[in-house]
Structures are given as C-alpha cells and as structure tokens.
C-alpha cells in the first residue's frame, strides 16, 4: 500500500510538473504580452486588481480545500453528499464576500479603472473558488494529475484570448473579463473529471456547513494572514505611488509566482499520504516529511540562485526595457524561494496532524509586523522595504512552522540533504556569473546540466531514488 501510494505520489507529481511547465511558460508569455502591451503604469493596475481581489479569494477558500481534502481522505463513503454541501457553501459565501469586496473598494484611493476592474475580476475569483471543489475530489483520490489538464487548456485559452484582445486594441477590463472566462472554463473541465455529478447541484446542510467550517476555518484564517501579508504591501503602495511604481514591483511576483505553485502543488499531492500517515505511526509522518523537505530544498536551491544570478537579463527578456528596474527587485524577492518551498513541507505536516489552530498565533503575529512595518516603511522606501519586509516575514513564519513540527509534534529533520543542495547551488551560481556575457539560454542550459550533475556526484540524488519514482504500478 505505501509503495502503491508512494508511485502515485510520484506519477502525479511528475505529470503535475510537465503540465506546470506547459502552463509556466504559457504565463511567461501572458506576462510578456501584458507587461509590453500595458506598460508599468497599466500593468500596475492590472496587478493592483488582483492583489486587491487575491485577498478576498483567500477569505472565500476559508481553508475548505485542504478541510475537503482531508473529510474526503477519511471518510469516502461519504463523498458526493459532502461536495455537493461544499459547492452550496462555497457559492453562497463567495457572493456574500465578493460584494463586501465591492463595497469597501469603493472608499479605497484607486483610480476608475481599478474599481472597475475589480468588479469584473469578482467573477474571476468566483471561478477560482467553485474549482476547489472538483479538484479536492480529485486530490483525496490521489489523481490530481487530471487536473492538469484543465489548467493547461485554461492557460492556453487565457493566451489566446489575449493575444485576440491586444491585437484589437482592448483595455484592461475586457483582459480582467478574459481570465474569468478561461477560469470557468477550467472549472467546467474539471467537474467532466469526476466519475459522478451529483454534486452539481448545491447542498444547504447546515449540519455539515458547521463540520466542515469546524475543520476550514483555522486554516482559512491561517492561509488568510498568509495573503495579506503576501499581497498588502501592493495595496499599501498602490496608496503612495504611482501605476508605474507598483507595476515594477509587481512584474517580478509574477515571474516568481510562476515557480512558487511547486511546493503548492507537491505538498497537496502529498496531503492525503500525511494524514494517513499520522494514523499509521509517527516513523511514517518523519520519512515522508524528511523526503518533501528534501525534494522542495533540490528544487529550490538552485532556482534561487539562478534567479539572483539572472535576474535583469530575465526580467528584460519576459518584460522588456521599460521594466529594466524590476531585475533587483527580482533579484531581492527570490531570496522568498527556499523557505517558502521549505516552509511548505512544515505546514502541510501541522494540518495533515489536525494541528492547523496552532498555526494562528504565529501568523498573526508576522501578519502585525508586515502591515505595520510596510505603513511605517513603504511610505520612505517604496518597493525595497516592501522586499525586506516579505522576507523578515517569511522568516518568522519559517522559524514558527519549524518550531511546531519540532517542539509540538516532535519530528526531526535531517538537514544533510539541504546542505548539500545548497554547496551545490552556490558552485552552480559561480559557473552562471562565469558564463553571465553569454547567451542567456546557453547560461540556463549550462547551470542545470552542471546542478544536475553535481547532484548526482555528491548523491544529493540518487539513481536508484530516481529509478523508484519514474517506476510506477497504479
């Protein structure tokens, strides 16, 4: 059975990470058509948008996926009458949330157009919100990878339509009402996925509304915190500076966006093994959690250092000239990589032990600092203080999730792996500043063979560890 679920664990990821790369550099020219076609100043509002609706989007989840997930993972007799609640609730707060969203945008101090484009974007992250729902079935059941499918076919028609929006001249709502089309569309492919459709139709049970909120919402509030300090900073200077200003702190996120839905995406495949697991004995919960800590620390390693290295080069490559002075900033926010991937493998382990609550204090805590420092600070030193401040705060949640899964669960952690991931990294890191008056792709190309094969020499991967994932029998 582990060895089952082990290989499924690695088919999902594996097909995840092809389809991700499928929908990643579709994003990266959905950033470079936005990023030229609007310029800093549109694309400021664009980003502004989103940040502004991202935090209500979060609220909306309030922690159901995962909650979903995990009711599913133990109880899956009871599956259809539990999505089918999970849809009604869903559809009911989103509205319920969406028009406070617009409500409190209209005493905010944003042009027209964003108060505009948040309207439009509503339905955007209602699509988004209604998806979870086929998708926690098809993450319980250990299948995620059908999903994939959707994304891709949704990013790639998000593309289209883009490109048929700018070459007939359109503005930034008829782009915002783009991506609410491609996510319904995404919505419609996955609920095709699921064996039954019963679900469909909306549940009002009142009973398992309270259950499942029971579960979400110490995870929602979590995961809450974790938004606003991850997008407030936007909003905050959006306040003080112009467009332009907020469009070139913003290009780079979306660049790292792009490469922070890996621990996102591996830790949720890894989700219903954890909460197994912790049924099982806690030797099981350690050698999963030691094996994500050690991929998430191979992956992130070096895509941190090769963005420090490459920086500009990529930012003018994706962009264009005008954002020039997003390079740094890339650069700064990069520094986010390893313990946000690392961080990951800690908080799935804290909630795949129902352990979420214990998450609020500390979140809360980082929440105060970056809300307070960024007033205090964005104000004087715009963007790079809103940098600094992410990262302090990424750190005093790192350290926190360490000391949970350490103190309060007692799990260990070998960090030999990470080690010489790292030794690794910065060895690559010297090869790519060698090499840096090249070709940018011969420099890439050359970085990931030697990474690789560094890797390798000092067993920080191991063929036979290879073997085992590609080798599979679901």
Known sequence: MITTNTQKVAFNTIIQ?????ITVATSLVIIAYLTRYLGAAGYGDYATIFAYLGVFGVVMDMG??????????????????????????????????????????????????????????????????????????LQAKLVLYKSTIADVVGRVTLLGLIWWLIINQAGILQIVLATAAAGFIVFAINALMLPQKSWLIPGFDINIWKKIL???????????LGVIFFKFDVLILAGYFDSAVVGIYQAPYKILEVFLFVPSVFMGIVLPL??????????????????????????????????????????????GQEFALSGPVLQGLSLLLVLSFVNAAFIYTVIAADSQQKLIKPYL????????????????????????????????????????????????????????????????????SALSPMSMWFVIGV??????????????IKINDIKELISRNV
């Open 17 to 21: 990470f092809l389809g991700k790369a």
């Open 365 to 432: 805590l980082a929440t105060i600092f970056n809300i307070g420092a960024n007033f205090i600070f964005i104000p004087v030193y715009s963007y790079w203080a809103a940098i600094i401040i992410t990262i302090l705060t990424e750190v005093i949640v790192f350290i926190a999730a360490w000391r949970l899964v350490s103190k309060d669960l007692g799990l260990s952690v070998n960090w030999s792996v990470s080690s010489k991931a790292m030794v690794n990294s910065l060895i690559m890191f010297g090869i790519i």
């Open 64 to 137: 159901l996926l995962v909650a979903t997930v995990r009711e599913l993972t133990a109880e899956p007799e009871k599956e259809q009458n539990l999505l089918k609640n999970v849809f009604g609730l869903k559809l009911v707060s989103g509205v319920i949330i969406l028009l406070f969203a617009l409500l409190i945008s209209n005493f905010l101090p944003y042009g027209q157009i964003i108060k505009q484009g948040i309207l439009y974007g509503t339905l955007t992250q209602l699509a988004m919100s209604i998806n979870q729902v086929p998708v926690s079935f």
């Open 274 to 319: 954890l909460t197994l697991a912790w049924v099982r004995s806690k030797e099981d919960v350690v050698k999963i959690l030691q094996k994500s800590v050690n991929f998430l620390a191979i992956l992130s390693f070096p895509i941190m250092l090769g963005l420090i290295a490459l920086g500009t080069p990529i930012m003018l490559f994706v962009a």
């Open 447 to 460: 970085a990931i063979i030697s990474y690789a094969a560094l890797s390798l020499l000092t067993k920080t």
């Open 214 to 224: 029971i579960k979400a919402v110490p995870l929602g509030i979590v995961t809450t």
